[in-house]
């Protein structure tokens, strides 16, 4: 058996204390969920034991049949909700990375081993592809192969279904539990309630730096964990039903921006007409290669869109995008404030002399942290010191600081938690309230259901299905609504 044990961790950022003498006892042998609201310390426990992170005070210990380990890290496989991996190499390189070779003892990797993950994991087609060519679902699935081939004795997994399909998830919780059948540890971070429970033998519930609680066996449920996770958050009802898209009545019959037959230059959508009304949040749905994401990108001015006569669109509507992926949308290296001013010219933020004015930042980030709801201990703390959730504030925060007429964002709540989720919807609603249009494009249901006020629904580069949500009264409606609009030509009518 292989146990890892945690002792009074503690860990500060600035006034910020992610974890608090958290202690920890695991064993191999099953899968065990780490839950917690965004904010609660997953994040930084999950850097401590992969090594990018030191405890102030405290010790993580790992033992092994052959005795205790000396560095814990060495022996940890994380795979990453934002990929980690090199997009200008292969998915074959990326593998052999940091495997290279006979080198100093090492032994190099072998290529059937490798073969047969990317072929358990359906992306062997794509062995010789470079990364920056794929998907992020298929570069999820890299990251995966990495962690498998490393033969470590902790492997942790932090979302890493968020961007893979019911079918592949179901493949990765299959190879999560062989791991854990190997008398391998497995830990698993998400905010997808109903993955604990079809995985997990424990779910260890953390707040505020702690484990507040644990849930075991057949008591757990998602019932159970969601009344642990939102002990303090009584607004959850409300971020699950939708309710909001009735607090808003912004009438007007011009569009912010309007789509005539529009296509994609690499085809990925074609003959695509949509009116981005004001007031309205408009969700763009479909599988990875239905060309939803694509038009989500073009909308957003992240690909260039042409019209029916084969000329780029053009606008006059100012418009910011957000990737799905916070790799793409973070300032790694600035701190919360300078996130939050980092897109702004220098009308807002500059002083005399064209320099930046510092005090016009300050002020700006902290009425900003207020605005969007940022839990933070200051605008001075590294962005990467904050939750997944509240990194996601401060970045749509910054898009609406820019004041344009449309926002568009990929998979907006995506690894975030409940409380976090309402806060992103009310956000995006208040900015759509002052007569602005947003797009969202979303690969869960109930993310629709939350967020939108209709659906366009794509399936091979067309429009296939139109879904007024004020006719929606429940999620399986919804749900069944678009597996009809997607699994052929739509004959449906809703709304």
């Not at 075991?216 to 996770?229: C, F, H, P, W, Y």
């Not at 009308?347 to 005399?352: A, Y």
């Amino acid at each position: 058996m292989i146990r890892l044990t945690g002792k009074a961790i503690t860990k500060r950022y600035g006034a910020t204390r992610a974890l608090d003498g958290l202690d920890l006892d695991l064993a191999s042998g099953e899968i065990i969920g780490i839950a917690g609201p965004n904010g609660a310390g997953k994040s930084t426990l999950m850097r401590m034991l992969a090594g990018e992170e030191k405890a102030d005070s405290g010790e993580i210990v790992l033992t092994r049949p052959d005795g205790p380990v000396q560095e814990v890290w060495r022996r940890v496989a994380v795979v990453h909700q934002e990929p980690h991996v090199w997009p200008n190499m292969t998915v074959e390189q990326n593998l052999a990375v940091g495997r290279e070779g006979r080198w100093f003892g090492r032994v190099a990797p072998d290529p059937d081993a490798a073969g047969a993950v990317l072929e358990r994991l359906g992306i062997a087609q794509f062995a010789h592809h470079e990364l920056a060519d794929l998907s992020l679902a298929v570069q999820q699935r890299v990251e995966i192969a990495r962690a498998m081939l490393s033969d470590a004795d902790v492997y942790l997994f932090d979302e890493p279904n968020s961007a893979l399909t019911e079918q592949e998830s179901e493949a990765l919780f299959a190879t999560m539990g062989e791991l854990a059948a190997d008398d391998r540890i497995v830990l698993l971070i998400t905010h997808r309630l109903n993955d604990f429970v079809r995985s997990c033998q424990r779910v260890l519930v953390l707040r505020d730096g702690r484990i507040s609680g644990e849930i075991n066996g057949a008591a757990i449920s998602e019932t159970a964990i969601a009344a642990q996770l939102t002990a303090t958050h009584a607004s959850q009802e409300t971020a699950s039903t939708g309710s909001g898209r009735t607090a808003r009545s912004v009438q007007s019959s011009k569009p912010v921006l309007r789509l005539d037959r529009c296509s994609d230059r690499l085809g990925a959508f074609n003959a695509v007409s949509i009116d981005l009304m004001p007031g309205r949040i408009v969700a763009l749905s479909g599988v990875e290669g239905s060309g939803a994401r694509e038009l989500a990108q073009a909308i957003g001015a992240f690909r260039p869109i042409h019209t029916a006569d084969g000329s780029k669109l053009r606008s006059d509507a100012s418009v910011s995008y957000l990737a799905a992926s916070r790799r793409h949308t973070v300032f790694h290296n600035m701190s919360v404030g300078e996130n939050l001013a980092a897109r702004l010219g220098g009308n807002v933020i500059g002083g005399r002399g064209r320099l930046l004015d510092p005090a016009k930042i300050e002020t700006l980030a902290r009425r900003s942290i207020t605005r969007y709801r940022v839990k933070t201990g200051g605008t001075e703390l590294p962005i990467t010191a904050l939750s997944g959730g509240n990194q996601q504030k401060v970045v749509l925060g910054a898009a609406m600081e820019q004041n344009t007429d449309i926002i568009v964002i990929e998979e907006p709540t995506r690894g975030v938690d409940i409380s976090s989720k309402a806060d992103i919807y009310e956000l995006l609603r208040d900015f759509a309230a002052e007569g602005r249009s947003v797009v969202v494009f979303c690969t869960e249901v109930q993310e629709i259901f939350d967020a939108a006020d209709e659906v366009v629904v794509l399936s091979r580069g067309a429009i296939v299905g139109r879904i007024d949500m004020a006719g929606i009264a429940d999620i399986p409606t919804l749900a069944d609504l678009l597996a009809r609009y997607e699994s052929g030509p739509a004959k449906v009518k809703a709304g």
